[in-house]
């Protein structure tokens, strides 16, 4: 029964904590500029996401470390100073985006300036890691993050049309800006593929003691979870193309994004756009400063762990602070969050292939998964994500300068 429990929980918090602030900018953007144009982008970068997260969690479970512990043992520190250190800097840009996008959202609600909310954001982000462990981190801010499940409901009152909803799963070329189609579609891969979300899912299943026999518990919740997760995404887009895409608005910040809840919810939009827009980017800002303390720690073959605590890993407790502070600042500085988020984006796309090609080494060397390699097509689809994800490395800069 308690796995049971674990599966659905499992599942259920993995769609409150899909949706943060890069999957509902880059939505929003592709939506009004777009219409459904855009939607085999997060189909195809949901399922890709669905895939390494399966995998990142077998690997957890069968050989009880995480991506970053087990690309150490297997490659060396020194292999790691590049993609570490890019993934860490990656980190505290998105941090800082995430912050910036929670303190916008309680401006929304009193009307108060952003900045101001961005040190008690903080704060508030550090005392949960301090006080709460992993089970309480993961489902109870997967939980409240289901309230972007009203992204769904608004497309849902607004009456798609099935059969353009259906074609707009192949992929096709816009008529008008396609450097800016093309900078957008690989943007959505940057924000749904995020390398911090498969080491931090792969530390997840170390922290809730995954065992090889529950590897079908791994499989259903990331499949399941993630796809589900996707569809929020997908309810962004489809909600922007409808009520945005017709006025001509451009989301160039949030509160115009805000506007779209207009139709469906009326007097509540913004009130319900501010809430889903606040806890998704907290749970993230959660998430990214967790799973730096992770990376620090299991890099450098220190103790970690949300679960133990503090005093016993007090080097896990100091990297988590430091990134964090380091989020904060750049917060602070005034970048506009969802410019930065963009950057971010684009720059996660890069560093890429440095993650994943590692991962396809991995998945088959079997002192670390034993007998549950990837067979022929898990291998063909982890090569061909690598193969993409090099291509889109080069072409994701000259993109950013001409369509971002």
Sequence with gaps: MSVLVDLILGVVTSIGGFVEVGSISTAAQAG???????????????????????????????????????????????????????????????????????????????????????????????????????????????????????????????????????????????????????????????????????????????????????????????YMGMCFGGVVSMGVLVTSAMVLGPRHIKVDSYEQAALMFVPAFHRWAVVLFAVSLGIGCFGAAVEITLNAGYVFSQALGWPWGANKPRRDAARF??????????????????????????????????????????????MNDPTYVKDHTSGPVGNGLLAAITVLAAALAIVVIPLEVMGG
């Design 32 to 222: 009004s500029e777009f219409g459904f144009q855009l939607l085999w982008a997060i189909a195809g970068a949901t399922i890709m996401l669905a895939m390494l997260a399966e995998m990142s969690g077998r690997l957890a479970a069968v050989s009880k470390r995480s991506i970053a512990a087990a690309v150490r043992e297997r490659f060396g520190i020194h292999f790691q100073h590049i993609p570490l250190g890019a993934e860490l800097f990656i980190d505290v840009l998105l941090l800082a985006a995430e912050i910036g996008g929670a303190a916008i959202a309680v401006k929304l609600l009193t009307g108060i300036g952003f900045q101001w909310w961005i040190l008690p954001a903080g704060l508030l982000v550090w005392l949960v890691l301090w006080f709460c462990g992993f089970s309480l981190i993961e489902y109870g801010l997967g939980l409240l993050g289901l309230v972007t499940l009203s992204f769904v409901t608004s497309a849902w009152w607004l009456k798609p049309d099935a059969s353009d909803l259906a074609r707009s799963l192949v992929p096709t070329f816009p008529q008008h800006d396609r450097v800016r189609y093309a900078f957008l579609a690989v943007s959505i891969l940057g924000a749904t593929v995020s390398p911090y979300l498969l080491n931090f899912y792969s530390s997840g299943t170390i922290e809730e003691q995954m065992t090889e026999k529950e590897l079908w518990v791994n499989r259903v919740t990331s």
């Design 317 to 362: 407790v100091a990297a988590f602070t430091f990134v964090l502070v380091a989020g904060v600042i750049v917060a602070v500085l005034g970048f506009d969050p969802l410019r930065l988020t963009m950057i971010a984006l684009a720059l996660t796309v890069v560093i890429m292939p440095l993650i994943v090609l590692p991962f396809l080494v991995l």
